[in-house]
């Protein structure tokens, strides 16, 4: 008796290709018998010629027999066939720096940051400080190599506010349909790839995608600045499993992916040793030190910084993710982001401060004739807040004898309540923040700026710079009370 067996169209497609990868695996089980016999096997990833790490990261360099199975062809094509290729970053990566590999490509961007773009690096490099804490403190939670902070250097310089010609914003450069893929808020209230913790979150979980799909940091780096798609597509079509040789088919990738990696190397193995590469004044910027609290309400960002004893300029860049004069609507779980020295006196001056003064809302009655942009004219407002404010979706679907509500900023003058000073640092000193001026200091802590600048000898015009440190001792420095007016 003869037995036929019947298979689909798609298993016959791909099996011939699975039983070789098959009669190839066990192969090679056969051959090496133990993974001690690995462990000269040279990962293509980091060819022996350009490793100068003295780390032990023994398990980046093993060439593991199911790697051969799921950096295959017939396992990128078909990822449903072979479910036990994704693997768990946290568990099968170790938590290592990147290797420091230098090639003539890398070689190239070390020359540049030391030469025409030494003035940009630099910039980058005094800006670093300000966030590297927090986000390697994130990377680190999340299981990745905290080396993948310098993609947030050649990305953006560690600017939130960053924005490319390809609508890409913020320190991780997110495109609107990513970012909103890996949970950021973008919308007309705000945009939550300017919020760098909240931004660096989204990459982390990006990043760890990419390299459960692609198993090599080097070819996650590439998918991150071209799209997964276009990596996988360009190993399939030449064959190839590690970025170096996809890198060399020039027609394959762009010329910006091609120089990605060995542009984040060179910034990598300069920011670790700046001084080995001639940048020896660096002004670094204090890091960055916040508090979130909840705002159920909508509020003017003015009676915030005022609350919270802060200035206007320091509150936005603390939340360059806020793209309005007040606090989203309807949004009772929004938090804003406050000094940390000023949470508890902000929590208790906004108690005081009554609801119709933190935003104020008027009734329109809509005339015959009027327009939208002629009410938001007159109230001095735009048009976008008062279409969402009353569920309207075109400006056109306004009707003579309908009522409006109009969003208008509060009367600050008019909030009288009593701010107490910031509790003073138990150090009794104060690092010097971006955007910091005296009479802000002076204002936040009760303290009068005469007093500080003869404490501090600091010059008659009250010059101060980030990162330097104020003695505001107490026993010397008589506090006053200071009033939102």
């Known amino acids: 008796m003869r037995i036929v067996l019947k298979a689909n169209p798609s298993t016959k497609r791909i099996l011939p290709s ?31 010629y350009v490793t100068n790490s003295k780390e032990p990261e023994t398990e980046l360099y093993f060439l593991r027999p199911w790697q051969l199975l799921c950096e295959s062809n017939d396992a990128i094509s078909y990822p449903k066939v072979f479910p036990a290729c994704k693997k768990t970053v946290t568990s099968n990566a170790p ?17 540049y940051f030391q030469g025409r773009g030494r003035t940009t690096f630099k910039r980058w490099l005094e800006r670093s400080n300000k966030y590297t804490p927090m986000i390697r403190e994130i990377l680190k939670a999340e299981g990745l190599p905290e080396d993948l902070i310098y993609l947030a250097m050649i990305e953006s310089g560690f600017s939130p506010t960053a924005r490319s010609n390809r609508k890409a914003v913020g320190v991780w450069q997110f495109i609107p349909w990513t970012g909103k893929r890996y949970g950021l808020r973008i919308d007309w209230w705000i945009d939550e790839r300017q919020d760098t913790e909240k931004a660096t979150h989204a990459a982390a979980e990006y990043l760890r995608d990419l390299y459960e799909r692609f198993d090599s940091w080097y070819l996650a780096m590439a998918g991150y600045n071209a799209g997964e798609g ?25 010329r910006e992916t091609r120089n990605y990696v060995p542009k984040f190397l060179a910034a990598m193995i300069i920011a670790k040793d700046p001084k080995k590469y001639g940048f020896t004044e660096i002004d670094y910027n204090a890091p960055i030190s916040y508090r979130r609290v909840n705002i159920p309400q909508p509020t003017d960002i003015k009676v915030i910084a005022k609350a919270a004893g802060t200035t206007i300029s320091e509150l936005k860049s603390l939340n360059p993710e806020l793209k309005r004069w007040f606090t989203p609507p309807n949004d009772t779980n929004y938090t804003i982001k406050i000094p940390t020295e000023s949470v508890d006196i902000f929590k208790e001056n906004m108690a005081l401060i009554p609801t119709p003064e933190r935003v104020n809302f008027l009734r329109h009655k809509v005339k015959r004739g009027e327009s939208l942009w002629e009410i938001s004219r007159r109230y001095r407002t735009s048009i976008k807040p008062i279409l969402y404010l009353n569920n309207l979706r075109s400006a056109r679907f306004i009707r003579e004898g309908s ?28 690092t010097v923040r971006s955007g910091d001026t005296l009479w802000d200091i002076s204002r936040r802590f009760g303290i009068n700026i005469k007093k500080i600048i003869e404490l501090n000898q600091l010059p008659k015009s009250g010059i101060i710079r980030p990162g330097q440190r104020l003695d505001l001792s107490l026993n010397e420095v008589p506090r006053e009370d200071v009033s939102i007016n």
């Not at 938590?95 to 020359?111: A, G, H, Q, R």
């Open 18 to 48: 699975l039983l070789m990868l098959t009669a190839v695996l066990l192969s090679l089980l056969l051959l090496t018998g133990s993974a001690s016999a690995l462990s000269g096997i040279e990962d293509p990833q980091y060819p022996a």
């Open 95 to 111: 938590i290592l720096n990147m290797p420091s590999v230098t090639n003539k490509d890398v070689e190239w961007f070390l020359d």
């Open 403 to 430: 009522t409006l509500v109009i969003p208008i900023r509060s009367k600050t003058k008019s909030v009288r309540a009593v701010v107490k000073v910031a509790s003073m640092p138990s150090s009794g000193t104060y």
């Open 230 to 254: 276009r990596i996988a597509r360009g190993l399939r079509k030449h064959n190839v499993d590690n970025f170096w040789d996809l890198a060399s088919h020039k027609r394959t990738l762009k």
